[in-house]
Nanobody
Framework: QVQLVESGGGLVQPGGSLRLSCAASGIIFSINDMGWFRQAPGKQRELVSTISNSGNTNYAASVKGRFTISRDNAKNTVYLQMNSLKPEDTAVYYC???????????????WGQGTQVTVSS
């Protein structure tokens, strides 16, 4: 079994900051990309940011310059530092990881349970 456990969501005022964390645990041989997606009410899930196992990053245009993704490979953990938050950032944020469970297995996508981020005054 592989689990992704997220933490760090909550309520914050516009202009504030939050830091999300997501730790992968279980039988893990290797992890390729890790990332964050979000889904606002009535909208489709969208990519926020991804990071490769070598540290290459990718951001949605709407968060570039405000959000920073990072990872600790020794801890199988990915982080999302969110600054200058806006009401339109309000959504459920989901962690994603591309994981191989053994040398012979293929890479599979795993998802966290989601954490609510609400930006409101």
């Amino acid at each position: 079994q592989v689990q992704l456990v997220e933490s760090g969501g909550g309520l914050v005022q516009p202009g504030g900051s939050l830091r999300l964390s997501c730790a992968a645990s279980g039988i893990i041989f290797s992890i390729n990309d890790m990332g964050w997606f979000r889904q606002a009410p009535g909208k489709q899930r969208e990519l926020v940011s991804t990071i490769s196992n070598s540290g290459n990053t990718n951001y949605a245009a709407s968060v570039k310059g405000r959000f920073t993704i990072s990872r600790d490979n020794a801890k199988n953990t990915v982080y999302l530092q969110m600054n200058s938050l806006k009401p339109e950032d309000t959504a459920v944020y989901y962690c994603n990881a591309q994981i191989k469970r053994s040398w012979a297995n293929r890479v599979n996508d795993y998802w966290g349970q989601g954490t609510q981020v609400t930006v409101s005054s």
